[in-house]
C-alpha cells in the first residue's frame, strides 16, 4: 500500500504543510504518525478530499492554478498548462497519483496537482512547456505496462 508524506499530500493539493498540519489538528486529516512523519494512505486521502470544506477550498485553488496561468500573459519561456481526466478505480486512481507524485518531484518546473471525485482522477500540470510535456507523454509510455515504478532518464 502507498503511504504519502505531509510534503506529498503540500503538492497534490497545493496547500501549505503548515495548512495541512491544522487540518490534521483539527480532525479533517487523519494519517498516522511513524519514526516522527506524517503518512497518509489513498484511503485518508481521499476522505480528506470528500471533506466540503476541503473540497471547495481544493476546487478554487485548482481554478486559480488555471486562471492564474491564463491571466500571466507576460511569460518568458513557453510555458504549460494541462488538466488530465481519466475514469478510474481506486486502485488506478493511487497509481495515477503515485505517477504523478513522484514525477513532479524528478521534473523541475513542473508543478502537480491530485483530486478524485466520482470515480475520476484529475491531474492539473502546469510550468516548463517542454517538461509539463515529457511528464505527460511518460505517463502515456507507462499506462497499462503494470510497472509500479517507472524508470526516469
Known amino acids: 500500500m502507498t503511504c504519502y508524506t505531509i510534503d506529498d499530500l503540500a503538492i497534490m493539493t497545493g496547500l501549505t504543510t503548515r495548512t495541512l498540519r491544522n487540518y490534521i489538528k483539527n480532525g479533517v486529516l487523519r ?3 511513524a519514526g516522527g512523519k506524517w503518512r497518509f494512505t489513498l484511503e485518508d486521502y481521499a476522505a480528506f478530499l470528500d471533506d466540503p470544506a476541503v473540497r471547495q477550498t481544493l476546487r478554487a485553488r485548482a481554478n486559480a492554478v488555471v486562471s492564474d496561468f491564463l491571466a ?3 511569460k518568458k519561456s513557453d510555458a504549460a498548462c494541462v488538466i488530465l481526466d481519466f ?4 486502485e488506478e ?10 514525477g513532479a518531484n524528478r521534473f523541475a518546473g513542473v508543478k502537480f496537482s491530485y483530486s478524485r471525485r466520482r470515480g475520476v482522477s484529475r491531474v492539473i500540470l502546469t510550468g516548463d512547456r517542454a517538461r509539463v510535456t515529457e511528464l505527460a507523454a511518460a505517463y502515456d509510455a507507462h499506462a497499462g505496462d503494470g510497472k509500479e515504478k517507472t524508470e526516469w532518464n
Do not use: L
Open 93 to 102: 486512481g493511487e497509481r495515477i497519483a503515485d505517477f504523478f507524485c513522484d
Open 72 to 74: 500571466d500573459t507576460a
Open 31 to 33: 494519517g498516522e504518525k
Open 87 to 90: 475514469a478510474a478505480t481506486d
